[in-house]
């Protein structure tokens, strides 16, 4: 069977996230209908909820690829740069590499993959720098694409290819290690983030179970199901504003 090169631009959702999709949108569901109407007939008010979150889930595990392909991507970058200046072949210090990663990473994790696809295309007598290329092309991201960039100067102007590498290598691990300090700098606050997004539901809980006869008048009429719902999309606008400000790009 003929291996197909993944897109690392977009997310293809597996059957573990489409049950994680399913269970939230069963949850919320339940508190939509519940909390906001009163009946299990407003489920119909659940369907642009579910294109949105889908979206923005597909866009949440985009980002969580893409952060995990950079971190496994720098575990390659300074192997193959550790093999150069140990005197291997930039060819060779893939094969060192394809055996580095195998002790840090699982067997089907994604940068162990593209170096498998790396050596495959060695054997075959692709440059290295087309099959870095392609690999950057597909990732779509800078950091993949640079170092691509840098190895194919270095060999079309004859530079100092070990030492070019090394200070890439060294750039790219500079930016990561910011971009995880920064993770962890924020992490307090997107469970605060998370606790306010409850919030809202939580008070309508709240009131329901200690007074529900007071929230009797905004169920099962026009008025209130017209209250009931402009205060359900102003909420969920604000999980969408609340997640837009906690997306720091570096």
């Known amino acids: ?140 991201m800078e950091d993949i694409q640079n170092f691509a960039n840098v190895v194919a100067a270095a060999k079309k102007s004859g530079g100092n290819l070990i030492q070019i590498i090394e200070k890439t290598v060294n750039c790219i691990t500079d930016k990561i290690a910011v971009e995880e300090e920064i993770a962890t700098m924020i992490s307090a606050k997107k469970l605060e983030e998370q606790i306010m997004k409850g919030m809202p539901y939580a008070i309508i809980f709240y009131l329901r179970v200690s007074n529900g006869d007071f929230m009797d008048v905004l169920y099962h009429n026009v008025f209130g199901i017209f209250c009931m719902t402009v205060f359900l999309v102003i909420t969920y606008l604000a999980e969408l504003w609340a997640d837009h400000i906690m997306e720091i790009q570096v």
């Open 1 to 140: 069977m003929r291996d197909e090169k993944p897109d690392y631009h977009s997310y293809h959702f597996g059957w573990r996230d489409w049950l994680e999709f399913g269970v939230r949108m069963t949850v919320k569901g339940f508190l939509i209908c519940y909390l906001f109407y009163d009946s299990y007939k407003a489920a119909w008010a659940l369907l642009p909820f579910a294109i949105f979150d889908f979206r923005n889930l597909r866009r949440h595990k985009l980002a969580k690829q893409q952060r995990e392909l950079s971190v496994e991507f720098r575990s390659m970058a300074e192997s193959v740069a550790a093999s150069l200046n140990a005197g291997y072949s930039l060819e060779h210090a893939f094969e060192n590499a394809k055996n580095d990663l195998a002790l840090l990473y699982e067997e089907d994790a994604m940068i162990c993959k593209e170096v498998e696809r790396i050596i495959a295309g060695i054997h075959m007598n692709i440059p290295v720098e087309e099959l870095l290329k392609d690999f950057g092309n597909r990732s779509g």
